[in-house]
C-alpha cells in the first residue's frame, strides 16, 4: 500500500525523538509496540506500506507501517508509523489515516436536520454510544502502549 506524503497530515500522537537513535527500526518499533499491546490485552497488527516522497524530479519511496486494529480493520483508524532520521537522532511519527465508522455516525447524528435525526434514532437503536466509547478506549491504552514503549506520557 502506498500513500503520498502530502498524506501525512495529521499527526496523532507528537513526534518522538530518540538520541543516539541509529539501532532504532521499525522492526523493533513495532515489536515493542505489539508486546506492549499484548500486556494490555489490545489487539494491534502492522502492515508494510510506502510513502512516496520527493518533487517531480527527485521521487523517492520510503518504508512505513500501517498499524491497526485487526478486530476492526475496516471501521477503526489506522495509523502510519514512520521513522526518521537526522544526525545521531530517530523521530518517530505516528499518523492518523482514514475514518472511524463510528465517528462518522456520531457526526452524522450531531448535524441536525432529517438525516441527522434518523440516524440519532439509529445510533440509539443499535448501541452506538457503547461501540463509541469502546473504541475510544482501545486508543486510549494505545497510546498508553505507545507511551510504554517510547518513555514519553501523551
Known amino acids: 500500500m502506498a500513500y503520498a506524503e502530502r498524506d501525512l497530515n495529521t499527526e496523532w500522537i507528537p513526534q518522538i525523538r530518540f538520541p543516539n537513535g541509529n539501532d532504532i527500526t521499525l522492526d523493533a518499533v513495532a515489536n515493542a509496540i505489539q508486546e506492549e499491546c499484548d500486556a494490555n490485552g489490545i ?9 512516496k516522497t520527493g518533487g ?4 523517492t519511496k520510503e518504508r512505513v507501517l500501517l498499524m491497526y486494529n485487526p478486530n476492526h480493520a475496516n471501521d477503526y483508524l489506522r495509523f502510519i508509523v514512520r521513522l526518521q ?8 511519527h505516528v499518523y492518523n489515516m482514514g475514518g472511524s465508522k463510528n ?9 441536525g436536520g432529517t438525516f441527522g435525526l434518523i440516524k440519532k434514532i439509529g445510533n440509539a437503536v443499535g448501541g452506538h454510544n457503547a461501540k463509541l466509547q469502546q473504541e475510544e478506549n482501545y486508543y486510549m491504552i494505545l497510546q498508553d502502549c505507545l507511551s510504554n514503549v517510547t518513555g514519553v506520557n501523551f
Open 56 to 59: 517531480m524530479f527527485s521521487k
Open 43 to 51: 489487539p494491534v497488527a502492522f502492515q508494510e506500506a510506502e510513502v
Open 85 to 92: 532520521y537526522q544526525g545521531r537522532y530517530a523521530f518517530l
Open 103 to 111: 465517528y462518522r455516525d456520531d457526526n452524522q447524528a450531531n448535524a
